[in-house]
């Protein structure tokens, strides 16, 4: 079932039970870092992208942290998300 | 110290004992959804952008799955990283 994101966010319903032990472990997720192994020599890891330097029609860019080829997406988030209920994908830039 | 991300990732110099820990803990990690908030209806989260109708000089795109305004960096990472001892970054757009 589909639970609109404001439900899940917010505390404005805090009738049902799974709700309130899903916000738990969303704050629990939150207490911890999100890239295991990129740059980690680096303070914040920043890239830029030339939009007028694209080479191809569609470029995926990495949002999982886990990608081989960062800060381009190669497909890891799959993994990823297969491997702890997670959700998340890459940017595509379109030429 | 800042050391070599290749040292860090890899298992070809496990004589030093802190980066054994340090490859341990971000193995841990790894096992973690990143997303706590963002469209959590939704299998994959990803947001397409046209190169050619970016508005500004320069846009940023939230990374760290932390903004209000995703898939646009609004500063959120900042807390984070301080936070978690994390070190992530958006993906800057330069028109
Ligand atoms: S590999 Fe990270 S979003 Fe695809
Ligand atoms: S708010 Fe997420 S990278 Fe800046």
């Given at each position: 079932v589909a639970v609109p994101q404001q439900q899940r966010r917010?505390?404005?319903?805090?009738?049902?039970a799974f709700q309130v032990r899903a916000e738990s472990a969303e704050v629990a997720t939150?207490?911890?870092?999100?890239?295991?192994?990129?740059?980690?020599?680096?303070?914040k890891v920043v890239d830029t992208v030339l939009a007028g330097e694209l080479s191809k029609p569609l470029t995926a860019y990495c949002r999982?942290?886990?990608?081989?080829t960062f800060p381009l997406c190669d497909g890891s988030h799959v993994k990823h998300n297969k491997a702890t209920g997670d959700n998340v994908g890459p940017l595509l830039l379109k030429k």
């Open positions: 917010g505390g404005t319903r805090s009738g049902r939150t207490s911890a870092p999100i890239n295991p192994s990129i740059k980690k020599d680096s303070d999982c942290w886990r990608s081989g």
